[in-house]
């Protein structure tokens, strides 16, 4: 298997000796839904800074026959092989096709028909862009320099030097970007990472078929890493024919992979030769680092949760037996510190149960009972686990897992504290029993049918589930094998335990290496059946680094692990564009209501900052008061502030007692008002956040996370910072947020740099963030207070005026001023400020320091589904704050999937059904349908009529007629072809009997033909003229116009007037009528003058070069007109805009003489034509224009001036000509010599109607000066 690439369009594709997968992005936006299959990439994040990220990218992919591909295009895009396609990734905006280009074999479970391959290389091609084409990278994956400078991509230099580096771009040691996908590569080829091309490397092998066929359908999503990168490719395999997918799985294009461990040895079994092999797989679905990943999640997804499987081999028989492991599944967290970790059990109980069992019961239907062999020491917080571990197990004994659990109690440190690890084995005695029971998977490989099943499955935990678990599973391994050789009566060598231990030993190894970053402990007791001292310094040495790699390393792998499982919160999919399928997503949100509902839920909040007071009393004034508007609320929030005193010690080991404290009361508070459950509790020195739910709510909440941000000196302390709580409740997802912000009367900006801090700094799992929220509610002390003096204050509280000081209520005009909580709102506040008390009582602060009073406390909200129902204050007087408490209402959607998707199979079996079978093309209905169309050919045409026809003309010597109208329908008498002499000589005619284009050739011509002397002058072109119908209104598109009353009347003169370019006037309305008179308003601006510059003028217009891209012909053409002053009239004034006080506008008058053919008096006059003015009346000035409406002659004569009147009219009448039209003008001769003039005079411009013009129109007149340039 090779990959190739073209340029145009761009396109990878990988390709086999038979067929070709190909992928290329597709720029147009429409889809045809006969059977396209698109892979589109969807709109990116906002944050996302990555190169080529665009809406409408997409990627085609194409399945095919190698031979139908022209390779003529097509060049190597790398000369690595590939061994098979990991799937597609959207990375910064850029799609990726990850490639495996390095494997080794490393195990091989049955002999020639099932093998498995280490990854030790992987390439990530761009599918978007060549920018990475060709790239070398060193083997931590950043690009080479091998040019001395930047690095060549196909198609183009690109320069990959950076700022970021050392040294500049170009130059040896400069600093060079990474590649986008520089850790997933890094991550991809640690050596974890195992494939197979040729049997089902996902499943063990009881539950995958004895059939060696490759069936992607089968595997076992749990296991397989990649299956969010190739799960659209997947999605594509589907909608082939049975023929195509099979050929598709036999080109092994697509590839599944897992992670964990497989190696297999020799080995012998008496004088049989056999192979030993264990495969470990590692789940994908909550995976991550040690303590990053810890516990279980609301879909029952446990960390760090391993199969292995021990397979046995012969010619006779193959003999496989398989393990689990995985974290304790209750919601339980680390906190990563240097010396310590202490654990945090983060949910109640009765909130916790729901995810127990959604974990044990999809085991227990896989595996059959499970025996749960506990390894938890009795030191503080393993002991609590065991403790909440033990009550579960119970509570699931009267549910439907009733005699499917089994649990075993191992203290490991306890058993092998005095013996040493030897000691492990004691736990064989509490095990073999079941060991017994659940048997093992025996298939006998001369008949291919299995005689023996495993029918339950140990399940061994402790902390981390590594080096104690590990050993423990080495044990029972051993166990199955004694037992099964003691069945067939057959006592294996001694070699073979030895290779059985090696082999767990590094499977230890591989697993402790993926989620702690350091090979395991213990593994020189497992290798060889005694510690030794060189162990002992091995052992502590993995563990300083264990510490190292958990706090400094283990993030930025997280990450890592999140961006290649697509769970980070708006990561950009690469997904399936199927044309039938977006007909459904579009009936579907149409007709969600069909499967979503909706109801309101209501929600308690309150806070209260406790001065580091403990109070006995009775809570229920604060959290359940009169006024609240609610009758047991389905979800409570409590916030409390300064928790614990304050002090140095405090703030650098927070106390947890005091937060258990609070949750004992509060709890006592709701038991007497209904049956609440703690979802989760957090602490951040004396900042805490506690959320109860009713119980029977608890399912409907779901993805629970934790979150907080340290502000206090610098971030470094928690005096100050946030706590922060997110969860999905149905399909809604809900924040809640409790901060304490810097203190003091005038730092406010210190207060709203710490909102900024924490805003920036919550990060909840995989990504989510504040915005990423439907309904936020922010509560604590923020410690804004009042812009006012105490005794001010003081006094208008007496007065109850508390309008008044809200007015001056900082957090109020900082949230006017967009300074912090952009689209965050409060209630109106109807309470007294709620510090600063003396404690014990309800006076403000009479201590000397007298403290203003301030609204400190306060509760916002953010969201278009909530609905506020009471916000107040309660009278707790212990402290020197008053509790703050607020009630809402909000609307949550909950979706019914099972009825979404059953909706969604039948819109797509009906839009399948209305297009026809459009996947089917080689099918029955092919057959039915005509070839395809082409360039010459036509579906539609019958008895093989080509597309395109020849017409010949009718005669010899004859041509298509260039002056018939382009548009075939329009009406004219023009004949289609005509002759060619007829042609040359009406273009040789003076007076042709063709329209009016033809006449102006004809004229021209002649003009041409007569030498009327040394010197002659060129005829201007003819203005191009814009239809009436496509005209804006160039007078009335302007602003702050001044007023101006226009009137236009046509007479006729044989006024003598200068011939001078032509100059538009003020757009009018049709006057072809005589009779017809017409009046409008336009404003005309009363502040723009009009400056001309002739062609002769010096200096090019704005600064900018006449012509040319650059200086050199502008100053060719300059010094042209100077020098030659005498060979033609100068060209048209150069028009533009310039600003002047609005005074009375100069004049420009024009004047035409009357025109004769060749400019010879004896010849006859032409017609006549009518002559338009404009003259404007107003306060001051007027304005008048003459201008010729015959369009051979675009001659007109324009006078402007000002006027200040408030509005004007335009009126527009024509009068029959009675004056002749000015004399065309003479043209120069060939051979006139330098300085030779014409007869007649020179068109002289003082002024032109610049600023009374639109775009369109000032574009007609720079190309009329161009014009006259060029005549000039």
């Not at 979503?596 to 001065?611: D, Q, V």
């Not at 041409?1008 to 160039?1034: D, E, F, V, W």
């Amino acid at each position: 298997m090779r990959i190739y690439f073209r340029e145009q369009p761009r396109t990878l594709l990988l390709a086999t000796d038979e067929y070709a997968l190909s992928f290329h992005c597709v720029n147009d936006s429409t889809t045809d839904e006969k059977g396209l299959n698109y892979i589109e990439k969807q709109v990116p994040d906002s944050n996302s800074n990555g190169a080529g990220s665009s809406a409408d990218s997409r990627v085609l992919v194409d399945f095919t026959s190698r031979e139908t591909i022209d390779f003529t295009n097509y060049r190597p895009l790398s000369s690595l092989p590939c061994y098979g396609c990991l799937g597609l990734l959207n990375v910064d905006g850029d799609v990726f096709l990850a490639v495996v280009t390095g494997s080794s074999k490393v195990a091989e479970p049955i002999a020639d028909l099932e093998t498995v391959y280490r990854i030790h290389a992987l390439e990530f091609y761009c599918v978007s862009r060549a920018t990475w084409d060709f790239v070398v990278l060193d083997p931590a994956g950043n690009p080479l320099d091998t040019t001395g400078g930047g690095l060549i991509s196909s198609g183009e230099s690109y320069d990959l030097a950076t700022a970021t580096g050392t040294g500049a771009p170009g130059i040896p040691g400069a600093g060079f970007i990474e590649h986008p996908c520089v850790s997933l590569r890094k991550l991809l080829t640690d050596g974890s990472f195992y494939y197979s091309n040729n049997f089902d490397l996902t499943n063990r092998m009881q539950s995958r078929s004895a059939d060696p066929t490759f069936d992607i359908d089968g595997f076992d999503e749990a296991f397989m890493w990649n299956s969010y990168m190739i799960s659209e490719l997947v999605t594509y395999r589907s909608h082939l024919q049975a023929d195509e997918k099979a050929a598709l799985d036999q080109s092994r294009f697509l590839t599944s992979v897992i992670r964990g461990f497989a190696e297999t040895v020799t080995t012998q079994i008496g004088s049989t030769p056999a192979t030993l092999t264990v495969i470990s797989r590692q789940g994908c679905r909550r995976a991550g680092t040690r303590y990053n990943a810890r516990g279980v999640d609301d879909e029952g997804n446990v960390a760090n949760f391993v199969e292995t499987e021990t397979i046995l081999h012969t010619t006779q028989f193959s003999f496989s037996y398989t393990q689990i492991r995985g974290s304790v599944p209750i919601f339980w967290e680390q906190d990563v510190q240097l010396l310590s970790a202490k654990v945090n059990i983060t949910r109640a109980f009765e909130a916790t149960q729901p995810a127990f069992m959604a974990h044990f019961e999809p085991v227990v239907a896989k595996y059959g009972p499970v025996h749960i062999v506990n390894l938890l020491s009795k030191k503080p917080g393993e002991q609590e686990l065991t403790q909440r571990y033990h009550q579960h197990i119970r509570q699931a004994s009267h549910s439907i897992l009733a005699d499917q659990l089994r649990e075993t109690q191992f203290d490991f440190h306890v058993e092998t504290a005095k013996a040493g690890y030897v000691a492990a084995n004691r736990i064989s005695r509490f095990l073999a029993d079941d060991v017994g029971e659940f048997g093992f998977f025996l298939n006998d490989n001369q008949s291919t049918t299995a005689t023996i099943e495993q029918t339950g499955v140990f399940r061994t935990n402790c902390l981390d589930c590594l080096d104690r678990t590990n050993l423990i599973q080495q044990i029972i391994s051993r166990l199955a094998l004694e037992m099964f050789f003691e069945l067939r009566e057959t006592r294996p060598g001694n070699d073979l335990w030895i290779r059985h231990s090696v082999l767990w030993a590094d499977n230890g190894d591989q697993l402790s290496k993926i989620y702690a970053g350091t090979g395991a402990l213990k593994t020189s007791f497992t290798r060889s059946g005694k510690m030794s001292f060189a162990g002992a310094i091995a052992d502590a040495t993995k563990s300083v680094s264990r510490m190292y790699i958990n706090n400094f390393v283990d993030k930025g792998r997280q990450n890592t692990m999140d961006v290649l499982l697509g769970r980070l919160e708006g990561q950009v999919r690469v997904v399936l564009h199927d044309p039938i399928n977006d007909f459904v997503l579009s009936e579907l949100n149409k007709r969600k209501a069909e499967f979503t509902s909706s109801r309101e839920i209501s929600i308690f909040t309150g806070t209260f900052n406790l001065n580091g007071f403990l109070y006995e009393g009775d809570l229920s004034p604060w959290i359940f008061p009169a006024d609240s508007g609610l009758q047991g609320p389905d979800l409570i929030v409590l916030a409390f502030q300064e928790i614990v005193e304050l002090t140095a010690g405090q703030i650098l080991s927070a106390d947890p007692a005091k937060r258990q404290f609070w949750e004992h009361q509060v709890a006592r508070c709701l038991k007497a008002h209904g049956d609440y459950v703690l979802l989760r509790s957090g602490q951040l020195v004396g900042t805490a956040l506690l959320m109860y739910i009713k119980s029977s709510e608890v399912r409907n909440v779901r993805n629970i996370n934790g979150a907080m941000k340290k502000t206090g000196l610098g971030g470094m302390a928690g005096n100050k910072g946030g706590v922060a709580f997110s969860c999905d409740y149905a399909s809604t997802k809900l924040c809640f947020i409790t901060s304490h912000f810097a203190a003091g009367m005038s730092n406010v900006e210190d207060r709203n740099n710490d909102y900024r801090t924490i805003v920036r700094g919550i990060r909840f799992p995989r990504g989510k963030m504040l915005k990423d929220h439907d309904t936020v509610v922010w509560l604590g002390d923020f410690n804004y207070r009042i812009d006012l003096s105490n005794d001010d204050v003081r006094r208008y509280i007496k007065l109850e005026d508390l309008e008044e000081l809200y007015r001056h209520d900082q957090l109020n005009n900082q949230m006017l001023n967009g300074q912090v909580f952009p689209y965050f709102s409060e209630a109106p506040i109807s309470f007294n400020p709620t510090y600063k008390y003396n404690n014990g009582t309800d006076s403000y602060d009479t201590s000397d320091k007298a403290r203003t009073p301030a609204w400190t406390d306060r509760i916002l909200t953010r969201g278009s589904n909530i609905k506020q129902i009471a916000y107040n204050c309660a009278q707790l007087m212990f402290s020197d704050h008053r509790p703050v408490y607020a009630s809402f209402k909000v609307t949550v959607h909950t979706i019914n999937e099972a009825v979404k998707e059953k909706l969604s199979q039948e819109l797509y079996a009906q839009r399948r059904g209305y297009v026809g079978q459009l996947l089917d093309w080689d099918g029955e209905d092919s057959k039915k349908l005509p070839p395809p169309s082409t360039d010459k050919h036509k579906w539609w045409n019958e008895s093989g009529q080509t597309a395109r026809v020849t017409i010949a003309a009718p005669k010899p010597n004859m041509i298509v007629n260039p002056y018939r109208p382009a548009n075939p329908f329009s009406p004219t008498t023009q004949p289609d072809f005509i002759s060619r002499d007829a042609l040359t000589s009406a273009r040789a005619s003076a007076r042709p009997s063709y329209p009016e284009e033809i006449a102006a050739a004809a004229a021209a011509s002649s003009l041409g033909q007569a030498g009327l002397g040394a010197a002659q002058s060129h005829r201007p072109p003819p203005i191009p003229r814009k239809p009436m119908s496509l005209s804006g209104t160039s007078l009335h598109s302007l602003n702050n116009l001044s007023p101006l009353s226009l009137s236009t009347t046509t007479t006729t003169s044989s006024s003598s007037l200068e011939d001078v370019p032509p100059t538009r006037p003020p757009r009018r309305a049709n006057t072809r009528d005589s009779s017809s008179s017409e009046t409008f308003n336009f404003e005309s601006p009363g502040d723009m003058p009009l400056q001309t510059f002739t062609s002769s003028n010096r200096s090019s217009r704005a600064g900018r070069p006449e012509s040319g891209s650059n200086g050199t012909a502008g100053r060719a053409s300059r010094a042209s007109s100077t020098s030659s002053t005498s060979s033609g009239p100068p060209g048209p004034p150069i028009i533009r805009r310039a600003e002047f006080p609005s005074t009375s506008l100069p004049k420009v008058s024009k004047s035409s003489t009357e025109p004769h053919h060749n400019g010879d008096p004896s010849s006859p006059a032409l017609p006549p034509r009518p002559i338009q003015t404009f003259s404007v009346s107003g306060s001051s000035n007027s304005m008048s224009s003459t201008r010729s409406s015959d369009a051979r002659f675009p001659i007109s004569t324009s006078t402007f001036t000002s006027t200040h009147t408030d509005r004007s009219s335009y009126a527009s009448t024509t009068s029959p000509p009675t004056v002749l039209p000015p004399k065309l003008p003479p043209r120069p001769s060939s051979g006139a010599s330098t300085g030779a003039t014409s007869s007649r005079a020179q068109p002289k411009v003082t002024l032109s109607s610049a600023g009374l013009l639109d775009d369109d129109e000032e574009e007609e007149v720079r190309n009329i000066n161009s014009s006259w340039k060029a005549l000039a």
